[in-house]
């Protein structure tokens, strides 16, 4: 009898145990399933957040490249409307240029070299400087007597192109002419070591000549 009953109780046990295993395995199955889930669901974000990253960087980028040509592109009109503001605000061409010197009442700028200017009218736009293509206007007078000695206007009113830097005019006008914007005008008082010197240029302008020139400016390139 009590053979029978150990044996009957180590069936009970196994038959327990055979019971209690499928849902162990159904239990181990689903904590690895879990457990892939998590691993898929942390590679998805690490994926998205990259992919975000990029698509962010991208967008940075492009939006600089944007602001950039924006930025040049607003400068260039800008320079453009002033320069066309510049040339509308410039009065009707003369058809001489005046005899003797406007008054000036404005005291001038005295340079090291002697050079002495007056600017009687600003300009807009972008300014001269040594290698610009500059299109002026001007009238010339001797300062000794006031006498009119040349003028652009004079020669039909077509402006004179002259290139900074190349020596193509009298030093006066070289140095002279630096800093001016399109619709300036600038009073040079020339004296004769910047302009032409003892030898003068017979028979208008003689020797040691101090010469006076309101000069304005059409355009600047």
Do not use: C
Request: charged letters at 15%; proline letters at 7%; a positive charge.
């Amino acid at each position: 009898m009590t053979q029978t009953a150990k044996g009957q109780n180590k069936d009970q046990k196994d038959a327990v145990q055979r019971r209690n295993r499928p849902g162990q395995r159904q239990q181990e199955r689903l904590m690895r399933q879990a457990r892939r889930q998590k691993r898929q669901r942390i590679i998805i974000s690490i994926v998205t957040i990259v992919l975000l990253a990029g698509a962010i960087g991208f967008g940075i980028w492009q939006y600089q490249l944007y602001a950039t040509a924006q930025a040049t592109t607003t400068t260039r009109l800008n320079n453009q409307h002033a320069t066309a503001t510049a040339r509308a605000a410039i009065t009707p061409t003369p058809s001489a240029g005046p005899a003797t010197p406007p008054p000036v009442t404005a005291a001038p700028v005295k340079l090291p070299d002697g050079l002495q200017y007056i600017d009687i009218k600003q300009g807009t736009g972008p300014a001269a400087q040594t290698g610009s293509n500059v299109s002026v206007q001007y009238t010339g007078w001797l300062q000794s007597n006031g006498k009119k000695f040349d003028s652009s206007y004079d020669h039909g009113g077509q402006p004179f192109q002259v290139t900074i830097g190349q020596q193509q005019v009298i030093p006066g006008w070289e140095e002279g002419l630096v800093g001016m914007k399109a619709g300036g005008t600038r009073r040079l008082i020339i004296p004769a070591a910047l302009g032409y010197g003892a030898q003068g240029q017979p028979p208008t302008i003689p020797a040691n000549a101090t010469l006076i020139f309101d000069i304005t400016v059409v355009s600047v390139q």
